[in-house]
């Protein structure tokens, strides 16, 4: 009876650790990008901006990016992505795969690190 509560044991603990591991985040990009489009959602997120990008498939895993009004950095980010789209500038983005933008079932990666190339 103990050899068998043991194993069931390691089982359920086994088990359970498949489903608490920590999620894996990427920060993938680097790539030169140019901004395609943005919007600004005033009704979600509190003015959440999500963007595309060209060409589309440089960030693996992204659809566009997304950048919360709320995380440290923002007006930066929304001012350097409204130059490059401005003036057609390219930019380095890095996305983070792990989080993305919960107003829509397309996957926004929220943005990291965004530069001039």
């Not at 194993?7 to 088990?15: I, K």
């Not at 995380?71 to 409204?82: D, E, H, R, V, Y």
Request: aromatic share 10%; net charge positive.
């Amino acid at each position: 009876m103990c050899k068998a509560f043991i194993r069931a044991l390691v089982a359920a603990t086994f088990g359970l650790s498949l489903f608490i591991s920590p999620a894996q985040a990427q920060i993938l990009g680097a790539e030169p990008v140019t901004i395609g489009r943005y919007f600004i959602n005033g009704d979600f997120g509190n003015g959440d901006v999500i963007f595309w990008y060209s060409p589309s498939n440089a960030i693996a895993g992204c659809q566009g990016g997304w950048i919360s009004p709320s995380q440290p950095g923002a007006k930066n980010l929304i001012a350097l992505l409204m130059l490059a789209k401005t003036t057609g500038a390219q930019l380095s983005v890095h996305l983070n795969t792990a989080v993305t933008w919960n107003g829509s079932g397309d996957k926004y990666c929220k943005v990291d690190i965004m530069g001039p190339t």
